[in-house]
């Protein structure tokens, strides 16, 4: 879905013009976004004080003499103290951690000069179709944008399909697309790995199998994304480079008109503008699964797309951690800042919540299952890299477990690690804040969603990080105890998963725990003004998106019943003179 009114041309434009690669052996080169700006010393300013403010913070609060000291008193309570100062000391440390990351990110981002591409490569061009779950008329517009597609050289656009239905099939035949199905095939079809049955690697793995030894690249994109003509232009000139091995772009969401849709795109600003450009420093952005080109030869060296509900991820991972066999160099990847095809985003409560819960999941068992295999084994910068992208979600949820951990402890039982200044805390912790969303703010220059206004600072990106704080929370303690996580596939076409109260279930459970705690905070007169302050902020996270659901339920509803009135109001039959008019109940029999 495309809607009018973008300026989707300038945007997939954003490298800057195509030039040729010159003599000699071609390596990608990039332009630093630093360089380029013309103030370079108030982002330095922020770059330093940022960091240095959240470190002063966090020694202030954990410095030994600021330890709570009890003279006597119950032996219990002073171990709750020693809990306290544990997790406000870790609550600052990822603080401290988050701003640098982003404080490095601004620093070493950059994106790639764009290269014509080599003549005469052979591109298959791949988009997957689960029938039931993915509407026809979606599936037409990608197939549609796909042979529009410019390239010089073999290209063919192949379907894989799911479930082998008539209707895709004569969609490919229409369209002169090529169509593939592992439908009814057992090796395909496991119940485990590579060719996980209804999976999305396990179809495209498939595929691999069967075509990929015919073709240099595949590019591909979701099925709900429509690739711009010039998708393969912008992309295939960087695979020049003989060690690279996939090329992404940002995602933006097409169905830009909910409000959740609008702040799930305004929330993915620091991955798409920021931290992705930073991997280009490290040849090592992330692999996102939404439009990429891949280099077949590199997939197939790790035997295809990874065994994960985020294939994407844990496929880059594996990849970053390969050398190229012909070069004897790592595998590098490219992130293009380009916006080469527009898809859609979660419409509902219910499918923001799933996709983050996905995506936090998948990053947990990353941590979990392949981590561990990268130090010593890749180079130090890509290993920071990403060290950085992956320990966002632990953190985050971590944070939130232990800032409720700290509420209830002091909420109900007093305890409390430091003995600080209500005043001198707020103090620092609000000049500390305002510090990071400065440097945030800054970087919304290089912002590259079409959608969201020059200038807009972001506002709903920041509120919509701070309520999957939850979820993600939610989403570790399950990978923690080893339940099984699903691949959900988001509602497209425009539909979208009802939400209901039960949507908010992990939110009103963690409400009801700092409600009763605040309530016991009065009984026992536990009033320290930081941590009260601190409780009511995590109160507003855990009802804003109940409160928000229920403003625009409410709007919806009465701008169902304006247009209802409106249209009874002129949409009557005319009566004749003399006419007996019907009994007011027979009309709202009628509309009941």
């Excluded at 981002?109 to 298959?124: C, F, Q, S, W, Y």
């Excluded at 409400?511 to 009984?523: E, G, M, P």
Aim: charged share 15%.
């Amino acid at each position: 879905m495309r809607p009018e009114g973008y300026d989707y041309e300038t945007h997939s434009l954003l490298a800057g013009p195509i030039s040729e690669p010159g003599p000699g052996p071609y390596r990608v080169r990039y332009r630093s976004l630093m360089s380029q700006e013309p103030r370079r010393i108030r982002a330095v300013l922020l770059m330093i004080l940022a960091p240095l403010l959240s470190a002063v913070l966090l020694v202030y609060l954990v410095w030994p003499t600021q330890w709570t000291k009890r003279e006597g008193g119950d032996r219990w309570l002073v171990h709750l103290d020693f809990v306290m100062l544990l997790a406000i000391g870790l609550i600052m440390f990822f603080m401290l951690v988050n701003v640098v990351s982003v404080a490095h990110a601004t620093l070493v981002a950059r994106d790639p000069i764009p290269v014509t591409p080599e003549r005469g490569t052979r591109v298959a061009f791949l988009t997957t179709y689960v029938p039931g779950k993915e509407p026809i008329a979606m599936l037409r517009a990608t197939l549609e944008g796909a042979v529009r597609l410019r390239h010089d050289g073999p290209l063919d656009i192949w379907l894989l399909d799911e479930g082998d239905g008539v209707q895709a099939k004569t969609l490919c035949v229409e369209l002169g697309i090529r169509h593939f199905t592992r439908c009814g095939v057992p090796e395909w079809n496991r119940k485990k790995g590579p060719h996980r049955t209804k999976t999305k690697h396990g179809n495209y793995n498939a595929w691999l199998a069967m075509h990929g030894h015919a073709y240099d690249f595949f590019a591909s994109v979701d099925t709900d994304h429509v690739p711009l003509p010039n998708f393969l232009e912008r992309m295939l000139g960087y695979f020049r480079d003989p060690d690279v091995a996939f090329v992404v772009g940002p995602q933006v969401y097409g169905n830009y008109s909910e409000c959740v849709t609008k702040a799930a795109e305004s929330q993915q600003f620091l991955f798409h503008a920021l931290i992705q450009r930073a991997g280009n420093r490290y040849g090592a952005p992330m692999f996102v699964g939404t439009n990429n080109v891949v280099r077949v030869t590199a997939l197939m060296q790790v035997g295809g797309l990874y065994d994960s509900i985020t294939e994407d991820m844990a496929t880059g991972f594996e990849l970053h951690r390969r050398k190229n066999p012909v070069t004897g160099h790592f595998w590098r990847s490219v992130y293009t800042p380009d916006v080469l095809a527009v898809g859609e985003g979660p419409a509902s409560w219910t499918d923001f919540f799933t996709q983050q819960m996905r995506w936090s999941r998948g990053t947990y068992e990353t941590l979990f299952r392949q981590y561990w295999k990268a130090p010593f084994r890749v180079p130090p910068g890509r290993l920071l890299t990403y060290t950085l992208m992956l320990v966002y979600y632990p953190m985050t949820a971590v944070n939130w477990l232990l800032g409720i951990l700290s509420c209830v402890l002091f909420l109900w039982f007093g305890a409390s690690g430091t003995q600080v200044s209500s005043s001198v805390w707020l103090m620092l912790y609000s000049d500390a804040a305002a510090l990071q969303v400065g440097l945030y703010l800054w970087n919304r220059r290089h912002n590259v969603s079409p959608h969201e206004p020059a200038g807009s600072g972001g506002l709903a990106g920041m509120v919509m990080s701070a309520l999957c704080a939850p979820v993600y929370a939610k989403s570790l303690v399950s990978a923690l105890l080893r339940t099984r996580g699903r691949f959900v596939v988001t509602p497209k076409g425009g539909e979208a998963s009802p939400d209901r109260l039960m949507t908010f279930r992990i939110h009103l459970f963690w409400a009801a725990v700092l409600t009763v705690s605040l309530v016991a905070s009065f009984h026992y007169g536990h009033t320290h003004a930081a941590m009260r302050t601190w409780s009511v902020l995590a109160l507003i996270i855990a009802l804003a998106p109940v409160g928000v659901w229920c403003w625009t339920s409410l709007r919806a509803r009465r701008g169902r019943a304006a247009v209802v009135v409106g249209t009874s109001g002129t949409s009557g039959t005319r009566r004749t003179q003399g006419e007996e008019p019907e009994p007011a109940f027979a009309t709202t029999t009628e509309r009941s």
